[in-house]
C-alpha cells in the first residue's frame, strides 16, 4: 500500500486531454512540492514534472502539474501513443522523513 | 551527460548479503544527495534510501537496520550495502541523482532466493 494514492489506470485517445490524480496527507504532498516521473516498461523512471509543475528542460509543454491542498495532478493534453507509459508521483514526507512515491498509473493510449 | 552505472547485483540466499555499487559521471557528484530507489517485477517505485552531499544518511522503514548507504566522492561512487535480505528486498534497484531526483540509472537486479 502506497502512501501516495494514485488510480492504477487511465486511457484516453490520440489528441485527447487526460489528467492523472495524487493523493496524499499534511505530512507529504500537504507540506512538500510534488514530482513526477514517466516510466515505459522495461526502461529507467525519467523526470517529468518538479516542484509541482515545473517542467526541466526537454520535457513538452503538453505535460502539466497542479497541486491543491494534500493532493495533486498531473495533465497530459494532445495525448500521443508514445506517452504510453506508467506515470508516478513523488513527495518528501515529514512524518516518515523520507521520500514517498504513489502506486504508479498505467496511462494507456487507445 | 550526466551517467550512473549499478553493479553488484546477482542471486542471493535469504539472511546474505550484497553490495551495490554505483559509478557517477558527467556531474560534479560531491555536490550532490544520490537515492537507491527500488522496483519489484510489475510493482511501482519505492523509495530505499538517500545520503546528502554532507554524508547525512535517511531510510525507509522497511530497510532501516539492514541497509547501509554510503559514498566516496574520490572515486563518485555511491554504495549499497544489504544484509539480513528477504524475499521481499528481490527486485531493480536504481541509483539516482539530486533533489528532486532527475537522472536514473539503469538499474542492476538483485534476486533473494534459495
Known amino acids: 500500500q502506497s502512501v501516495l494514492t494514485q488510480p492504477p489506470s487511465a486511457s484516453g485517445t490520440p489528441g485527447q486531454r487526460v489528467t492523472i490524480s495524487c493523493s496524499g496527507s499534511r505530512s507529504n504532498i500537504g507540506s512538500n512540492i510534488v514530482n513526477w516521473y514517466q516510466q515505459v516498461p522495461g526502461t529507467a523512471p525519467k523526470f517529468l514534472i518538479y516542484s509541482n509543475n515545473q517542467r526541466p528542460s526537454g520535457v513538452p509543454d503538453r505535460f502539466s502539474g497542479s497541486k491543491s491542498g494534500t493532493s495533486a495532478s498531473l495533465a497530459i493534453s494532445g495525448l500521443q501513443s508514445e506517452d504510453e507509459a506508467d506515470y508516478y508521483c513523488?513527495?518528501?514526507?515529514?512524518?516518515?522523513?523520507?521520500?514517498?512515491f504513489g502506486g504508479g498509473t498505467k496511462l494507456t493510449v487507445l | 551527460e550526466v551517467q550512473l552505472v549499478e553493479s553488484g547485483g546477482g542471486l542471493v540466499q535469504p539472511g546474505g548479503s550484497l553490495r551495490l555499487s554505483c559509478a557517477a559521471s558527467?556531474?560534479?557528484?560531491?555536490?550532490?544527495?544520490m537515492h537507491w530507489v527500488r522496483q519489484a517485477t510489475g510493482k511501482g517505485l519505492e523509495w530505499v534510501s538517500a545520503i546528502g552531499s554532507a554524508g547525512d544518511t535517511y531510510y525507509s522503514g522497511s530497510v532501516k537496520g539492514r541497509f547501509t548507504i554510503s559514498r566516496e566522492n574520490a572515486k563518485k561512487s555511491l554504495y549499497l550495502q544489504m544484509n539480513s535480505l528477504r524475499a521481499g528486498d528481490t527486485a531493480v534497484y536504481y541509483c539516482?541523482?539530486?533533489?528532486?531526483?532527475?537522472?536514473w540509472g539503469q538499474g542492476t537486479l538483485v534476486t533473494v532466493s534459495s
Open positions: 513523488a513527495a518528501w514526507d515529514d512524518s516518515l522523513n523520507g521520500w514517498v
Open positions: 558527467g556531474f560534479t557528484f560531491s555536490t550532490y544527495d
Open positions: 539516482a541523482r539530486g533533489i528532486p531526483i532527475d537522472y
